[in-house]
């Protein structure tokens, strides 16, 4: 059974990670798009027709819409980065390998992964609640940011984690002293 869990654990987080490029080349995508269309007179005028608050300059919200789009790429990058670092621990847990340099350096820039991950997405829940009248109706989540509630904890947690494994591996070091 242990076996089929981490087995299970490494293909979830290829499939993950897979999806954060797929991610990184959307958002890249859209930026180029936001580009076109403030070069472009005829895209504009369209968008500007169309904007949920009247009255509001295209202008004003291109910057926070690059910002928007480039927090969107380092959160990618940090999930999969995440991803990569939680599959390399696993992988050394399939081969027995618990107490070691290796693990508690992989648990190290989990992490600092963790930490950047949840600090782009305070940043993100900040920029959506200054701009709440404009995204409204593409922030859902402006209530309750769950995104930033589930990465403090799994922070929290993760820092715990990471604090035993390096009293274990002094437990580890004085054991193997011993014999």
Known sequence: ?????????????????????????????????????????????????SMYVKGVSVDSYVGVLIVMLLLMILMSISAFLICRYARLIVKNIKQEVYFADSNLNLLKKLLISVAGYT?????????????????????????????????????????????VFKYGMKVQEDADSII
């Open 119 to 163: 600090i782009i997405s305070i940043i993100d829940f900040i920029m959506l609640m200054t701009h709440r009248a404009w995204f409204i109706k593409y922030a859902n989540n402006v209530l309750y940011p769950s995104g930033v509630t589930t990465g403090l904890l799994f922070l929290a947690v993760l820092y715990v984690v990471y604090l």
């Open 1 to 49: 059974m242990k076996k089929f869990i981490l087995n299970l654990l490494t293909v979830l987080a290829w499939i993950y990670q897979i999806i954060c490029v797929i991610g990184i080349i959307m958002w890249i995508v859209m930026g180029g798009v936001i580009l076109f269309g403030i070069k472009n007179p005829d895209f504009r005028a369209g968008f500007e027709s």
